[in-house]
């Protein structure tokens, strides 16, 4: 088991920044790949960012240029850090840590850009 807390949600304006971080605890050792999902309102779940455990990383196109994920090991972390933020970058963003059986996830936390 995984366990997964996220972090760092808000309110910003259009432009702005942000941090989202997740921590990962329990199985730790069977992740392969950690990174966040996002569901705008009334939209499905969509891909924003991953990382490997080779740190190779994959984006979303409307996210490229603007969002960096990035991991601290040895605090069993991932980070997303989002620049020039966009109304239509508002949604709920959950983390996940995948393993070779499963996908875990977080409870998820709002992300509103708005002015």
């Known amino acids: 088991q995984v366990q997964l807390m996220e972090s760092g949600g808000g309110l910003v304006q259009p432009g702005g920044s942000l941090r989202l971080s997740c921590a990962a605890s329990?199985?730790?050792?069977?992740?392969?790949?950690m990174g966040w999902y996002r569901q705008p309102p009334g939209n499905q779940r969509e891909l924003v960012a991953l990382?490997?455990?080779?740190?190779?990383?994959t984006y979303e196109d409307s996210v490229k240029g603007r969002f960096t994920i990035s991991r601290d090991n040895a605090k069993n972390t991932v980070y997303l850090q989002m620049n020039s933020l966009k109304p239509e970058d508002t949604a709920v963003y959950y983390c996940t840590a995948i393993v070779p059986t499963n996908a875990y996830w977080g409870r998820g936390t709002q992300v509103t850009v708005s002015s």
């Open positions: 990382i490997s455990s080779d740190d190779s990383t």
């Open positions: 329990g199985s730790i050792f069977s992740i392969k790949r």
